[in-house]
């Protein structure tokens, strides 16, 4: 006779992973929006080449991409493959969270800061400064549910270390705007993340020690490959020495995960921290 508990933990991983692919199509007006400065909620999702907006039907998970083969119904122009990746990425990463924390009520939390790590890292790729009302709503939401899920089920130790990990977060965020209070260095950029990074750790800590020595390790790591290559990078330019009035700046090859080490290196440390703990 099969185990009632094991076909909830089963049928909790195939919801969460299903709300994450709506969650997706969400970030991705996010990413897209926030450094703009436009707003996440209105007007509804449109085409940026001919600014129609675009029916239900259209923004479908996955499947409408699918079905427009990658192309916008009314122009015609690319749509980029980036819009179903993101939508895939958050459905795979809400079902990890439900499959580490074996489908209970902390769920719901850790799936809010893992997409808010989504958001932030694809945001930094994408060239600009993670905006912090970004990582403020993302760690404020996901602590506060965490939090209630801990206590609710009685592991008064994840709702403590959480709020720690929140607060050492929000400590270390203060420090680096102190250090660079224009955000120019980009092995700073993606700092506003550092609060749901403090609260996902602190909470998984609390359950497994060795995810946070995991996720510990594969920060530094992570970020170092980073900076060596930022390094690299900048050597070649002054190598390439300063183009004259007549010739362009060679071209430089520059890995995306380069312009934020941070960032990189956070969401790399929340994968690895999950997978151990679970």
Same mark, same amino acid.
């Given at each position: $006779? ?67 083969? %990658? @192309? ?18 958050? !459905? ?42 970004? %990582? ?32 050492? !977060? ?6 680096? @705007? ?23 750790? %602190? ?5 497994? !020690? ?9 920060? $530094? ?48 440390? $929340? ?8």
């Amino acid at each position: $006779m099969s185990d009632p508990s094991s076909a909830v933990e089963v049928l909790v991983i195939v919801v969460a992973a299903i709300f994450g692919l709506l969650v997706g199509s969400f970030l991705n007006v996010v990413i897209y929006r926030a450094p703009l400065g436009l707003s996440v909620s209105t007007p509804r999702s449109f085409c940026p080449t001919c600014d129609r907006t675009l029916s239900w039907w259209e923004n479908v998970p996955v499947v409408s991409w699918m079905a427009l083969r %990658g @192309r916008c119904h009314t122009c015609h122009e690319p749509i980029s493959a980036r819009y179903p990746l993101v939508e895939l990425a958050t !459905g795979v990463a809400f079902a990890l969270v439900a499959w580490a924390w074996h489908g209970n009520a902390l769920t719901a939390g850790y799936c809010i800061l893992a997409a808010t790590a989504i958001a932030a890292a694809l945001i930094e790729y994408g060239g600009s400064r993670t905006p912090l009302a970004v %990582g403020a709503v993302g760690a404020g939401i996901g602590t506060v549910l965490v939090a209630v899920a801990a206590l609710w089920i009685r592991l008064d130790p994840v709702a403590a270390w959480a709020s720690v990990g929140l607060i050492v !977060g929000v400590a270390a965020f203060g420090l680096l @705007r102190t250090l660079d209070p224009g955000c120019r260095d980009p092995r700073w950029h993606g700092r506003a993340l550092l609060p749901a990074t403090g609260c996902w750790l %602190g909470g998984i800590g609390a359950s497994s !020690g060795a995810a946070v020595l995991a996720g510990g390790a594969a920060w $530094m790591l992570t970020a170092f490959a980073c900076l060596v290559v930022l390094w690299a990078v900048g050597r070649r330019r002054v190598g390439a020495g300063a183009p004259g009035p007549d010739t362009a700046a060679p071209p430089v090859p520059m890995l995306p995960v380069a312009s934020a080490p941070m960032v990189t290196g956070m969401v790399v440390a $929340m994968v690895v921290s999950l997978v151990v703990a679970g």
